[in-house]
């Protein structure tokens, strides 16, 4: 475990933390006026390897070598000239901090970071971190890389083998309630597609297109067809032999070797994708989103006191589904297609080109 002080005064900034995979959705925008809950669990820390946040350079004004050079061969509308390696934890990990006013970008419902860090250390005043809770964006602190420093205090448990994940770890439900903020009569809820899952799904499906090579691709009947095909039928052309993407992982059947793509977990500790063995092109999914795939119920909870007789069936309501049907994140979409070395195809640059069209179809 690690604990992060001020690169000026050494002063603690956070309690003890242990490192996981950053999330999908860390820089997901979700709706307009909506409520997210906070990005991290309490007692972890992820690192985004790439610059984010001001300032920001226009596309025009960047050579494109340059921006290869950087991992990304498409156009965007900006790119980050902040220094890369920025931790995310989570609000209530924070220590030995204060807000700065004259830093207070955002203000339609709370703070998001566009004048920079807003955060400053107690002790010496250096600027240290951005604190995000503005509507539509995760709740989070961003600590600086450049001014911070992290000092191992613990030893970490080593990362859970994939065999004793699926008894640890959790499913991510497809469906949530979702509130809005600021409205007039109060907190409205109604049931949603997860954030998270339209966001795993957006990065998902940029590999999927590269994974297809402009032919057609089908995938499983089920959640996984209803969150996938539609999007996939809009945006391949027809005609051609389709290409047969499988669900593929831990304490699963040995995939068909007929298979031209598996779609694997990502491990919640260590970011590193499900390995297999064959010429297939692996797309990640997040440990959470996979594993609701692969045992799509839910755990329903215990009672209060006691154990249920043998036999005895739970009652339980089903789960509310959203009357809508289901589209990916298009700004994960594009986050992640930008960044594979594929998206410089004329076909998928036309895909990018259109990205409003499709977002105005609904396809996102």
Not at 162 to 174: I, M, R
Not at 229 to 243: F, H, K, T
Not at 245 to 251: F, I, K, R
Not at 267 to 278: C, F, N, R, V
Request: aromatic content about 8%; some cysteine.
């Amino acid at each position: 475990m690690f604990v992060f002080v001020c690169a000026g005064c050494d002063a603690g900034l956070t309690t003890p933390l242990s490192r996981v995979a950053l999330p999908p959705h860390a820089h997901q925008k979700y709706g307009n006026g909506i409520q997210l809950p906070v990005l991290m669990e309490s007692g972890t820390f992820a690192v985004d390897p790439e610059p984010w946040g001001p300032p920001w350079r226009a596309w025009k004004d960047t050579d494109p070598d340059e921006a290869a050079a950087r991992g990304i061969y498409a156009p965007v509308h900006a790119l980050s000239d902040g220094a890369p390696g920025a931790i995310v934890i989570s609000p209530g990990d924070a220590r030995g901090t204060r807000l700065v006013p004259e830093k207070g970008g955002g203000y339609c419902c709370g703070l998001d970071g566009a004048d920079g860090p807003n955060m400053a250390c107690e002790s010496c005043g250096l600027a240290v971190a951005s604190r995000i809770d503005d509507c539509s964006l995760w709740q989070a602190v961003w600590l600086a890389p450049n001014t911070v420093r992290r000092i191992l205090v613990d030893a970490d448990d080593p990362p859970l083998p994939w065999g004793e994940l699926a008894a640890e770890g959790k499913g991510a439900p497809p469906f949530e309630p979702i509130t809005r903020w600021g409205s007039r009569a109060g907190s409205n809820h109604w049931w949603s597609w997860s954030p998270q899952w339209e966001a795993a799904a957006g990065r998902a499906l940029a590999h999927l297109l590269v994974a297809s090579e402009g032919r057609p691709v089908t995938v499983p009947d089920g959640l996984i067809n209803e969150v996938f095909q539609r999007a996939l039928d809009v945006l391949l052309p027809e005609g051609l032999p389709a290409r047969r993407a499988v669900l593929a992982g831990p304490g699963l059947p040995v995939p068909d070797t007929d298979a031209d793509i598996l779609l694997v977990p990502e491990h919640p500790q260590t970011g590193e994708t499900w390995t297999h063995a064959g010429p297939a092109y692996a797309v990640p999914l997040p440990y959470g989103v996979w594993l609701w795939l692969a045992s799509p119920e839910p755990n329903l909870p215990n009672p209060a006191s006691g154990g249920m007789p043998h036999g005895v069936l739970r009652d339980n309501p089903p789960m509310p589904r959203p009357g809508y049907l289901f589209r990916a994140d298009s700004g994960a979409f594009r986050h992640t297609l930008v960044r594979l070395p594929a998206s410089s195809s004329p076909w998928l640059r036309e895909i990018l080109e259109n990205l409003t069209q499709h977002m105005r179809a609904r396809v996102f």
